[in-house]
C-alpha cells in the first residue's frame, strides 16, 4: 500500500453500540488509527452523513467495518452502499456476522413483535389502536420510516462480505489486530474470519476438564458453579465446545456459561446444530423416559444452541454458497 | 392431485438399510417418495443433515436405526435416541411441525416394517402439505 | 479441488431395474450433471464385460470417479470397487445408487421411479465428486499373549498358544493353578479323574519356555489396542508384591465363574444342618474316600437337590448345565461306596443333553435311585427329624409326577450349586473393556457366529466367563479363542480399512465430550497435548464421535458430512 | 407551499434518528417531527426465553449502557424468584454501576458533546469531533480522558468480568465475587477517576463558563423547556443510581410523585404516534395532553440535569460542592435550561467517583457471601435504575417453569421523546424563520437541542436502534430548491 492515508467507514445497522465501543476501547490506539487513518465516516462519534457516502468513488474506502443485523430497508439500502464504496467490506461483530440478539426476533414473527410493543405492554396509554404507519401524513408533508423486514438477516445475506470479525462485542484486543492487520496489508484470503482463533473456545479455557457424562441438566440459578471445573461437566450449558476461541474466555471466566457469540468453529457450519449433537451425545442414560427428564432441564433449548445466530441456522440463511 | 411429499431418509447400514432391501428382495411395494442415504451407524447422523435437508426443500427427514440393544455398534442407536427430543424441540421453535421429523428402529429382517413405516409417514405428509421451511425463505427473500 | 472427471454406469439388471425404471432417462440426466464425463447403460453391470466396460471408460475418458446405479451396495460393491481398483482407481473414489432394492422392486409407477432413481444418482454423483482417496493403514501385531486365568480353559489356551510358537503371560488371580476343575472328583459322564485331566496340563504349563506364569497376580490396567496392548499386573509370585508392565498382542479372558451361595436358600438350612453340603463339599468327601454323615456314620439315606440357585425366579433365571450329570454321577458313586443307602434325587427337569449324557442318565435310573421332581420356584424345605426317627433330616416336597406332599429322609443332603458370574467380573469387564449380560457374563461379539471374540478386537472370551458350560464346551472355547489368535499372529501385521474416523489436530480443542462415546474406547486423550485422537485400529467407523464433535475436528472418512450433506443437495435439487 | 428540512443521521448520539422540519412559504417552521426509523422487538422476542438469561440477553438493547440493562433486569428476575439478594451482591453491583457511570459521562461528555463547545458550534463538521477536541486540547488532556474512560472499563471488568455487555448478574446475586487482590488492583485507578471528575469540571469552567456567549446560550438559548423531572432517589432524596424510589418533581421544584418500581404502571403511561417506532412516555395520573409545557403538562425529562433537579442534595461531599456551584451559577434549583446537562453529567461523576472511594474502603466488599440460590418462583418483578440518559423500568413476569412470559420495558431516551420533539421544534423556529435561511451551522445548533439529552436510541429503539446521516431538502413552490449536507 502507498503513503496515503488508510480511507475508513464504520456503521452500525440494526445493533446496539457495543461494537463501537469495542472501538473505543482499544483506547490509545484510537488515535493512532486517526494517524494512520481517514475516519470518513462514523455516526456514532463522527459529522458525516449518508450524502458523503453517496459522493464517494466506487472503491474508494479501503475499509467499512459494518456492525449490526440488517433489520430494515435502510439498513440493506446503506450496507449496498457500503459494498460499493469499500475495498474491503467487513461484518464485525456477532450480528452483522451471525445475526446477533436481534435475530431472535426470526423465532417469532414481524406481526407478533408489533402487535406486543404498540397494542400488549401494559404501560400503553389505555386504549391505544395506534401502530407506526410506514407513510403518514401531516400538515405540510409526509413522513416516512423504513420498511420493517418480515425477518432479520446477516450482512452476508444481503451482500458479498470479505471478512468476518465475530464477537458481542469484538475483544478489543482482536479489533486492534484485525486493524493493524489491515493498515500492514496483511490479510489472510477473502471470506475469512479474522480476529479469533482456529479452535473452539475450550482451547483457551482454563477449567479442568474429563470425560463428559450428565446425568442432570442445571440452569446458572440454581447451582453454585465450581469455578475450577468445566461447567458442562457442572450440568451447566457452556456453548464453548462449539462457539470459536478468541474472545479471552469472557464469560466462562465470569463464572457463567458461554452462549456462542464468537459463532461456530472453522468447519461447522450450523453452530446451534452441532451444539445440540454433543450436547445430546454425552447424555448418561439409555432409557426414552430418563433421557426425556434429563433434556427436560434445558427448557427452549433454541435460544441457548442458537443464540446468536438464528438467521445463520441452515434453517434461516438466505445465503448458501 | 394432492401435494406429493419428499422424504429424505438417514438408514443405518447394518439393520435399517438391509431392512429396506429386504423390502426389495421381498417385492414388498411402498410410496416412491423416500430418497434413502446410507450411513454406517444412526450416531452417525448429524441434526445438521435432518435441518439441511428441511432446508432444501425436504417435507420430512427419516431416521432409521437397529433396534435399542441390537446396534452393531452395541450403543450407537442410542445416542441417536438421545439428540431426537432436542432437535424436535429446536424444530419446533423454528415453526416446523414435529411429525416431519421421525425416529424409527427397523431390524434387518423388518422389510415388511419399513414399507409400512414409509407408506405411514408419506401419508401424513401428505396430509400435513407441503413444509413452509424452503417456501419461507423464498417469501422472506421477496420483499427485499 | 480439481474438476473432477466422473463416469456413471446404469445398470438394467437383465430387466430387474429397466421394467420399471427408463434407464435411458437416468443416463441423459445424469450426462448433465457437473463433472460428469460420460454414462452408459448395460445390461449386467456386475458381469465381467460389465465391469471391463467400466475399466474402459476410465482409460477412455480418463475418469478420476464412478457411480454405478445399479443394485445395492450391500450386493455389488465389493465388487465395483474391484473393478475401479482393477482400472487403476482408488476403490473409494466409487459410488453406488441402490435403483433396484430400494426402487425398481418396491415401486411400481414407471415415472415416479424414474424420478427417484434419477435422483438418487445424482446424489451419487455429487457425493463421489466430494469423495477422498483411502488407503487402509497396517500396524505391527506383537505375538505375546495374556491368558487371565489359570482353570481349564486358561490353561488349555495358553499351552495352544505356546505349542504354537508364541510367549504367553499367564496370570492367577490365586496362589495355584486348575481353577474349579481343582476342586472336582471324578468327571461325568466317562467318570475319568479331574487330577488327571489337570496335572498333565499344569506342568506342561510350567514347563513350557512359551508360558511366563504369573500366581498372586492381577491385571491392573490394560491400554492400547489389538496387536500393540500394554499390560500392567501386581504380582506377588515369588519376592515381595511388584508391578510390572510388558506389550501384548491380544488377551484371553479365561477366568471362570464362582459357585452360587448356598446359604442365600435358608430352607435348605445350609451351614446350620450339619449334614447339608454343597456339591464341592461332597467332591472333597469323595477325594478322600469317606462318604459319611458329620459324626462319621456312613448315611443309610441320601438326598441330592438340582438346580441349587439355578432356573429359579429368585436366584438366577439360567440353568448351569454341568449339575444335573454330576447329580447322577454323585447317585452313582454313594450307591457304590454305601450299597445300602437310598439315594433320592430331587430334580426339576433332567438335562442331559450333551454327548453320552443320555446313557449316563439311563444307567443312573438303573441303579435304584429314587428320581422325585419337584416344582421351578417351589424349594424343597429341609428339616431336623424328632428324635426318634431312623433318620438325621426330613425332607418336605411337592412331588409333581405323583402330585402329593411327601416327606422324605436323609442322613446326608447334595446340594447342586450352579453357577455365577465373579464377584470380580465387573473389574475385569472395565479392565479390558468388554461387557457383560444381565448376569454378568461375558457378552461374546456374536453368540452364535462370532462366539469366543468380543466387540474389542484382540480380546477373547473363553470357558464358564462366558456362560456356564461344561468341560468340553470350555476346552474347545479355549482352542478356538487360540486359534483366532495364531491365525492373527501368523498374519504378522494387522491390515486397517480405510474407513475409520480420525481427529484433526488443528481443530481439536480438548473438550473431551467424544471421549467416551466410543464403543471400542479407540479414542484417547492426550494430557500433554490436550487433545484427542483416535486409534484406528480400534476404530470400526460407526461415526457416533464425528457427530457429536463440536468443533468439526472428527472426520468420518468415506462419511465426511461434506460428503453426507453434498448427497442430501443432490436428492432434493 | 411547504418546504421539508431533513436532518438524516442524526449523528454523534447512540442509535438512529431523523428530524423533518417543515417550513411555510414565508421561511416560518411549521413543524418539526424527530424520528425513530427502527425497531428490534426485545419485548417480543424474550417470550418464552428462561427469565434467569434475560439479563444477559436485554444488555443488546445498548451497547454504550449495557450495565443500566444488566441491573434493572435483574432486579426484575430477582423479582421473579422473590427478591432475596445479599446485601454484598447489592453492593457490588452499585459499585460496578459507578464505574460504568463514569465511562459513559465521559465518552458522552467528551466524545459526543465537547466538540460542540471545544471547537464551537459553527465549526467544520470535518474536525467536529471527538479527534478535533484532541487537536484543540492537545494529545496530552486527549491521553488522559482516553485513560480515564479506559480505567472505568477496567474497574467493571475486574469486578464483573466483562465491561460491554455483562453476564455476571443471577437471580440471587451475582456469579463472581471481588478478591481482596482485585481490589487492591482497582484502588488505585479509582484514586484517578476521582481526580480526573475534578479535572472534567475544570475543563468545563474554563472551556465553557469561561465563555460568555456559550454560558448565554445555556441560559438564554432556544435550550429550556417547562417540563416536570424524574429521576431515581434515596430516602433522603439524594440521587440513587442503582436503587431507590422514582421521584418525579415540576419545572418549579415541587414534588408531584415518589413511587417504588412496583407502582410504575400508576403512573407512567406510554403515548404512540404512528410516524416513529419510538413510543412518548407521560405522566398517567395526568393523561396525555399532547407536546405542551408548563403546569399542566403531563411530560417529563428523565436526564442527568432531571435528576439534580429532583434531588435535594447530592450523596457525596465533593458532589454536593459542585450541585451547589452549579444551581448558584444558573440561577437555582430546579434548573430548565437544557444545555445544563452537560454540566450535571459531570456533578453525577463526580459522585460516582466518591462513592467507588467509599467501597474500596468497604471491609464487607471482598467477602464471598454475594449470592444465594433462589428457592421459589414468585413470577413476577419490576426493576428500575438509573440509566445515564433516564429512568429505566424492566417489568417481565414469568411462568411456574421459569420462562419468560411478558416483558416491558421503559428505557431511558424513550422518557425524552417527547421533551425531545419540543425543544427540537423550539431550536428550529429559533433558529430558522424569514431571512433566516437554514445553514450547516444552523442545523447543528439544532441537533444540539437534543444532543444535550445524551439520547440514546439503540436503548429508545430496544424496540428499535438505528442512526441517519443529516440531509436538509427545502422545498419551495412544491419544487427542490435546495439542498443543504454536511
Known amino acids: 500500500m502507498n503513503a496515503r492515508k488508510l480511507q475508513v467507514a464504520l456503521y452500525w445497522g440494526a445493533a446496539c453500540g457495543g461494537c463501537d465501543v469495542a472501538v473505543l476501547d482499544t483506547d490509545e490506539f484510537v488515535l493512532d488509527l486517526a494517524q494512520a487513518a481517514d475516519i470518513r465516516f462514523w455516526p456514532i462519534a463522527v459529522d458525516g452523513k449518508y450524502s458523503d457516502l453517496e459522493a464517494m468513488a466506487d472503491g474508494e474506502l479501503d475499509l467499512a467495518l459494518f456492525n449490526g443485523a440488517v433489520r430494515n430497508s435502510e439498513n440493506e439500502q446503506v450496507a449496498k452502499l457500503l459494498r460499493a464504496k469499500s475495498r474491503i467490506l467487513v461484518a464485525f461483530g456477532s450480528c452483522a456476522h451471525l445475526g446477533g440478539i436481534p435475530g431472535l426476533a426470526n423465532l417469532t414473527s414481524k406481526d407478533d413483535i408489533l402487535a406486543t410493543v404498540y397494542l400488549g405492554n401494559p404501560s400503553l396509554e389505555p386504549g391505544n389502536q395506534t401502530l407506526p404507519q410506514p407513510r403518514t401524513a401531516v400538515n405540510g408533508g409526509a413522513l416516512e420510516i423504513p420498511t420493517f423486514y418480515r425477518r432479520v438477516y446477516r450482512l452476508s445475506d444481503v451482500v458479498d462480505v470479505d471478512y468476518f470479525v465475530p464477537g458481542c462485542p469484538p475483544a478489543p484486543a482482536q479489533v486492534k489486530a484485525v486493524l493493524l492487520a489491515v493498515v500492514g496489508g496483511q490479510l489472510p484470503p477473502r471470506r475469512s474470519v479474522l480476529g479469533a482463533g482456529e479452535r473452539a473456545l475450550c482451547d483457551e479455557c482454563p477449567r479442568a476438564k474429563s470425560e463428559k457424562k450428565v446425568k442432570r441438566f442445571y440452569r446458572p440459578h440454581q447451582v453454585v458453579q465450581d469455578p475450577q471445573r468445566c461447567l458442562l461437566e457442572q450440568g451447566i450449558l457452556c456453548m464453548g465446545p462449539a462457539t470459536r476461541s478468541g474472545c479471552g474466555v469472557r464469560c466462562p471466566n465470569s463464572n457463567q456459561g458461554c452462549r456462542g457469540c464468537y459463532g461456530p468453529p472453522p468447519d461447522v457450519r450450523d453452530q446451534g446444530a452441532r451444539f445440540l449433537s454433543a450436547l445430546a451425545s454425552i447424555v448418561d442414560s439409555k432409557d426414552p423416559t430418563e433421557i426425556e427428564e434429563i433434556l427436560a432441564g434445558l427448557p427452549d433449548f433454541a435460544s441457548f444452541a442458537y443464540r446468536f445466530s438464528v438467521p445463520a441456522s441452515s434453517l434461516q440463511r438466505s445465503h448458501r454458497p | 392431485m394432492s401435494h406429493e411429499p419428499q422424504i429424505v431418509g438417514f438408514l443405518c447400514n447394518w439393520c435399517s438399510y438391509a431392512g429396506a432391501d429386504l423390502a426389495g428382495t421381498s417385492r414388498i411395494p411402498y410410496p416412491p417418495n423416500i430418497r434413502v442415504i446410507r450411513v454406517m451407524c444412526s450416531a452417525r447422523i448429524e441434526p445438521e443433515f435432518v435441518v439441511e435437508a428441511l432446508a432444501r426443500g425436504a417435507d420430512g427427514v427419516l431416521v432409521c436405526g437397529c433396534h435399542p440393544g441390537d446396534c452393531h455398534y452395541s450403543e450407537g442407536n442410542y445416542k441417536a435416541m438421545r439428540r431426537f427430543p432436542l432437535l424436535k424441540q429446536v424444530l419446533e421453535a423454528y415453526g416446523v411441525e414435529n411429525e416431519r421429523v421421525r425416529l424409527e428402529w427397523v431390524s434387518a429382517s423388518e422389510g415388511q416394517r419399513f414399507a409400512e413405516i414409509v407408506a405411514e409417514m408419506t401419508e401424513r405428509l401428505r396430509a400435513l402439505g407441503p413444509s413452509r421451511v424452503k417456501a419461507a425463505l423464498q417469501a422472506d427473500m421477496l420483499e427485499r | ?573 | 407551499m411547504t418546504r421539508t428540512v431533513t436532518i438524516d443521521p442524526i449523528t454523534r448520539l447512540e442509535g438512529h434518528g431523523k428530524v423533518e422540519i417543515f417550513l411555510g412559504d414565508d421561511g416560518v417552521v411549521q413543524d418539526c417531527f424527530f424520528q425513530i426509523p427502527e425497531l428490534r422487538g426485545f419485548e417480543r422476542f424474550v417470550v418464552g426465553r428462561p427469565i434467569e438469561e434475560l439479563p444477559r440477553i436485554v444488555t443488546r438493547i445498548c451497547g454504550v449502557c449495557p450495565a443500566s440493562h444488566h441491573l434493572a433486569s435483574a432486579k426484575a428476575v430477582d423479582g421473579c424468584f422473590g427478591g432475596e439478594v445479599p446485601a454484598l451482591a447489592h453492593k457490588l453491583r452499585d459499585m460496578y454501576y459507578h464505574a460504568h457511570y463514569i465511562h459513559s459521562h465521559i465518552a458522552h461528555f467528551y466524545a459526543l458533546a465537547a466538540p460542540d463547545f471545544v471547537c464551537g458550534p459553527d465549526a467544520d463538521p470535518a474536525v467536529r469531533n471527538i479527534l478535533g477536541v484532541v487537536a484543540k486540547v492537545g494529545l496530552e488532556i486527549g491521553g488522559r480522558v482516553i485513560r480515564a474512560r479506559s480505567l472505568a472499563q477496567t474497574i467493571q471488568r475486574t469486578i464483573a468480568g466483562r465491561a460491554t455487555h455483562p453476564v455476571w448478574c443471577l437471580p440471587g446475586g451475582v456469579s463472581k465475587g471481588l478478591s481482596s487482590a482485585e481490589l487492591e488492583q482497582i484502588r488505585p485507578m479509582v484514586g484517578e477517576l476521582a481526580s480526573f471528575a475534578d479535572f472534567s469540571l475544570g475543563v468545563f469552567r474554563d472551556v465553557v463558563l469561561g465563555n460568555p456567549a456559550y454560558v448565554d446560550l445555556i441560559l438564554h438559548g432556544p435550550y429550556t423547556l417547562d417540563v416536570h423531572n424524574m429521576g431515581l432517589v434515596d430516602e433522603t432524596n439524594a440521587p440513587n443510581f442503582y436503587h431507590g424510589r422514582v421521584r418525579v418533581v415540576d419545572f418549579e421544584g415541587r414534588e408531584i410523585c415518589k413511587y417504588s418500581p412496583a407502582e410504575y404502571r400508576e403512573h407512567v403511561a406510554e403515548h404512540v404516534e404512528p410516524w416513529t417506532y419510538l413510543k412518548f412516555p407521560y405522566l398517567k395520573k395526568r393523561g396525555w395532553k399532547g407536546f405542551t409545557e408548563g403546569r399542566d403538562s403531563s411530560l417529563y425529562c428523565a436526564t442527568p440535569l432531571a435528576r439534580l433537579n429532583v434531588a435535594d442534595r447530592m450523596a457525596t461531599p465533593r458532589a454536593q460542592e459542585a450541585y451547589q456551584e452549579m444551581f448558584s451559577t444558573l440561577g437555582g434549583h430546579p434548573c430548565r435550561a437544557l444545555l445544563a446537562n452537560h454540566w450535571a453529567r459531570l456533578v453525577e461523576m463526580v459522585q460516582n467517583a466518591e462513592m467507588l472511594e467509599r467501597y474500596c474502603a468497604d471491609p464487607e466488599i471482598t467477602g464471598d457471601g454475594y449470592r444465594v440460590v433462589p428457592q421459589r418462583i414468585t413470577g413476577e418483578g419490576v426493576g428500575i435504575v438509573e440509566a445515564m440518559r433516564g429512568t429505566l423500568t424492566h417489568h417481565y413476569t414469568c411462568d411456574e417453569n421459569g420462562l419468560c412470559t411478558s416483558a416491558n420495558l421503559i428505557v431511558g431516551t424513550t422518557n425524552n421523546n417527547a421533551p425531545i420533539q419540543m425543544v427540537t421544534k423550539k431550536a428550529a423556529q429559533a433558529l430558522i424563520g424569514p431571512g433566516k435561511e437554514p445553514t450547516p451551522a444552523i442545523l447543528n445548533m439544532i441537533e444540539m437541542a437534543f444532543r444535550a439529552f445524551d439520547p440514546c436510541y439503540s436503548c429508545a429503539t430496544h424496540s428499535l436502534p438505528g442512526q441517519m446521516p443529516l440531509r436538509v431538502e427545502i422545498y419551495k413552490g412544491g419544487a427542490l430548491h435546495r439542498i443543504f449536507e454536511r
Open chain 3, 1 to 573: 479441488m480439481a474438476e473432477p472427471k466422473i463416469g456413471v454406469f446404469i445398470c438394467s439388471c437383465g430387466t430387474n431395474i429397466s421394467h420399471v425404471v427408463d434407464t435411458e432417462a437416468v443416463r441423459e440426466q445424469a450426462l448433465v450433471l457437473p463433472g460428469v464425463e460420460t454414462a452408459r447403460t448395460y445390461r449386467y453391470m456386475c458381469s465381467n464385460p460389465g465391469q471391463e466396460m467400466i475399466g474402459a471408460a476410465v482409460r477412455e475418458h480418463g475418469l478420476d470417479r464412478v457411480v454405478v446405479a445399479a443394485c445395492s451396495p450391500r450386493m455389488h460393491e465389493r465388487t465395483f470397487r474391484g473393478a475401479c481398483r482393477a482400472a487403476g482407481l482408488n476403490p473409494y473414489l466409487f459410488e453406488m445408487a441402490n435403483i433396484r432394492e430400494q426402487c425398481s422392486w418396491v415401486h411400481a409407477d414407471r415415472p415416479a421411479a424414474t424420478l427417484k432413481a434419477t435422483a438418487l444418482t445424482r446424489a451419487a454423483v455429487f457425493r463421489v465428486a466430494r469423495n477422498e482417496p483411502l488407503d487402509g493403514l497396517t500396524a505391527e501385531m506383537c505375538p505375546t499373549t495374556l491368558v487371565l486365568g489359570g482353570g481349564i480353559a486358561g490353561l488349555t489356551a495358553a499351552l495352544e498358544l505356546a505349542e504354537g510358537g508364541y510367549p504367553v503371560v499367564l496370570v492367577e488371580r490365586s496362589d495355584r493353578l486348575g481353577g474349579n476343575l481343582a476342586r472336582v472328583d471324578l468327571t461325568a459322564p466317562y467318570l475319568d479323574s479331574a487330577r488327571d485331566l489337570l496335572t498333565e496340563r499344569i506342568t506342561r504349563v510350567r514347563r513350557h519356555h512359551n508360558i511366563t506364569v504369573m500366581l498372586h497376580s492381577q491385571l491392573k490396567a490394560l491400554s492400547g489396542f489389538v496387536g500393540n496392548f500394554t499390560a500392567t499386573v501386581q504380582t506377588a509370585d515369588g519376592e515381595a508384591p511388584r508391578t510390572i508392565a510388558f506389550r501384548l498382542g491380544n488377551v484371553v479372558v479365561a477366568t471362570g465363574y464362582r459357585e452360587f451361595d448356598a446359604s442365600r436358600i435358608t430352607h435348605y438350612g445350609w451351614g446350620k444342618l450339619p449334614n447339608v453340603v454343597t456339591s464341592f463339599e461332597f467332591e472333597r468327601m469323595l477325594r478322600s474316600g469317606r462318604i459319611e454323615t458329620k459324626d462319621g456314620r456312613p448315611p443309610r439315606y441320601a438326598a441330592i437337590i438340582h438346580c441349587v440357585g439355578s432356573r429359579s425366579r429368585e436366584f438366577h433365571g439360567y440353568c448351569s448345565r454341568v449339575c444335573c450329570m454330576t447329580a447322577l454321577k454323585y447317585a452313582q458313586e454313594i450307591k457304590s461306596a454305601v450299597p445300602d443307602c437310598y439315594v433320592s434325587d430331587l430334580y426339576i427337569d433332567m438335562h442331559a443333553f450333551g454327548k453320552g449324557c443320555e446313557d449316563f442318565y439311563k444307567r443312573g435310573s438303573e441303579a435304584k435311585t429314587l428320581f422325585l421332581m419337584y416344582g421351578k420356584n417351589e424349594h424343597p424345605v429341609i428339616r431336623r427329624a424328632p428324635p426318634g426317627d431312623d433318620c438325621e433330616m426330613l425332607i418336605e416336597v411337592d412331588e409333581q409326577l405323583s402330585g402329593e406332599r411327601i416327606e422324605i429322609p436323609a442322613d446326608l443332603v447334595v446340594l447342586m450349586v450352579g453357577m455365577e458370574a465373579r464377584e470380580d467380573s465387573a473389574e475385569v469387564a472395565h479392565l479390558v473393556n468388554i461387557s457383560q449380560d444381565k448376569d454378568g457374563w461375558f457378552i461374546e461379539s456374536h453368540p452364535k457366529l462370532d462366539p469366543v471374540a468380543t466387540t474389542t478386537e484382540g480380546i477373547y472370551i473363553a470357558g464358564t466367563c462366558a456362560a456356564p458350560k461344561d468341560i468340553p464346551d470350555t476346552v474347545a472355547q479355549a482352542r478356538a479363542a487360540a486359534g483366532r489368535i495364531l491365525a492373527r499372529i501368523a498374519r504378522g501385521r494387522i491390515e486397517i480399512d480405510g474407513v475409520f474416523a480420525e481427529v484433526h489436530e488443528e481443530r481439536c480443542s480438548g473438550c473431551r465430550i467424544c471421549n467416551e462415546l466410543c464403543p471400542y474406547s479407540a479414542i484417547e486423550f492426550d494430557s500433554e497435548k490436550r487433545r484427542s485422537h483416535v486409534i484406528a485400529a480400534a476404530c470400526k467407523a460407526c461415526g457416533a464421535c464425528a457427530a457429536a464433535c463440536p468443533s468439526g475436528a472428527v472426520k468420518a472418512r468415506h462419511f465426511t458430512s461434506e460428503q453426507v450433506l453434498a448427497q442430501v443437495e443432490g436428492l432434493l435439487s
